[in-house]
Nanobody, 118 residues
């Protein structure tokens, strides 16, 4: 059982930066994949970035080179550093834990709003 709480969202001008945090309680397994998703109004939730216990990462093409995902070695905190923000980055950002073993289970936070506007 995992509980996730996001923080760090807010209003930022285009070209600015924000760092999102995700606090995880409960057990995070080595086989779990942690990640960030985002959802704009009227659109489906989209993958932003993922990170594994082996610290391998994966990014959506739209954010690659601008965003960086990371996590603590204890896996209780995950971050998303967002640089060179664009208006199209505006969305609610969600923390996610994808559990594969022993069975597939997805855990989600409540989301934090990121608004990029001049």
């Amino acid at each position: 059982q995992v509980q996730l709480v996001e923080s760090g969202g807010g209003l930022v001008q285009p070209g600015g930066s924000l760092r999102l945090s995700c606090a995880a309680s409960g057990s995070i397994f080595n086989s779990d994949v942690m990640g960030w998703y985002r959802q704009a109004p009227g659109k489906q939730r989209e993958l932003v970035a993922t990170i594994t216990s082996g610290i391998s990462t994966n990014y959506a093409g739209s954010v690659k080179g601008r965003f960086t995902i990371s996590r603590t070695t204890t896996k209780d905190t995950m971050y998303l550093q967002m640089n060179s923000l664009k208006p199209e980055d505006t969305a609610v950002y969600y923390c996610n834990v994808e559990r594969i073993w022993p069975y597939r289970t997805a855990y989600w936070g409540q989301g934090t709003q990121v608004t990029v506007s001049s």
